[in-house]
């Protein structure tokens, strides 16, 4: 299907265990993103990335980690999964370039992770 | 850095009143704002994109302004429905930052009364 995918939709684990959040968009825009939306915090940047390769950190990246090895695929890794990194985690990707300035970013549904 | 707040933070009306939802930022270099639109446990949609250089864009029942001098920005929903209880979420493009990124208010939820 044409779009931006995430997986999985809901996932739970236990504090200490690694968990990878899976994103992948099949426009082959240049720039993709990870925010975490909390109540009372609003949506917040994780990582971003401008291009296979390219990676940087957002507001909140500590506790994370990112790759961006093909275009399409943005996954997002948990190292060692802490209870305050649960929340509700969305994919976005855009267009590269001044001209994205008249375009939108394109949001996936959102991962649910619980951490116990 | 960029704050971008939104009030009110929740807001419920009778069907068929006409409404505004507020968004103010507190660094006018932007390239765009944004208005988008976020439905339960779903991801973010965009409604609106207002450039710069721009005063106000229209989508149907929806339109937007753009203050940039003032760090404002107003969606103004004509005739609600049941169908627009949402949150609706603004969002800044900082002109300074290099990278496109965008800076989210907090979201005013709505809720639109039969």
């Known amino acids: 299907d044409a779009g931006i995918t995430q997986s999985p939709r809901y996932k739970i684990t236990e504090t200490g265990r690694q968990v990878t959040l899976m994103c992948h968009q099949t426009?082959?825009?240049?720039?993709m993103f990870w925010y975490r939306q909390d109540l009372g915090h609003g949506l917040r940047l994780i990582y971003y990335?401008?291009?296979?390769?390219?990676?940087d950190k957002g507001e909140v990246p500590d506790g994370y980690v990112v790759s961006r090895s093909k275009t399409e695929n943005f996954p997002l890794t948990l190292e060692s999964a802490t209870r305050s990194q649960t929340s509700v985690y969305f994919c976005?990707?855009?267009?590269?370039?001044?001209?994205?300035?008249?375009?939108?970013?394109?949001f996936g549904p959102g991962t649910r992770l619980t951490v116990l | 850095k960029q704050e971008v707040t939104q009030i009110p933070a929740a807001l419920s009306v009778p069907e068929g009143e006409n409404l505004v939802l507020n968004c103010s930022f507190t660094d006018s270099a932007i390239y765009n704002l944004q208005w988008f639109r976020q439905d339960p446990g779903k991801g973010l949609t965009s409604l609106l994109l207002i450039q710069s250089s721009q005063r106000e864009q229209t989508s149907g029942r929806l339109n937007a302004s753009l203050d940039k001098s003032s760090g404002r920005s107003t969606l103004y929903i004509a005739a609600s429905q049941p169908g627009d209880s949402a949150t609706y979420l603004c969002a800044v493009m900082d002109s300074g930052a290099g990278s496109y990124q965008l800076t989210f208010g907090k979201g005013t939820k709505l809720s639109v009364i039969p």
């Open positions: 426009w082959s825009h240049s720039y």
């Open positions: 990335s401008a291009a296979a390769d390219i990676t």
């Open positions: 976005a990707s855009r267009f590269s370039g001044r001209a994205s300035v008249r375009d939108t970013q394109y």
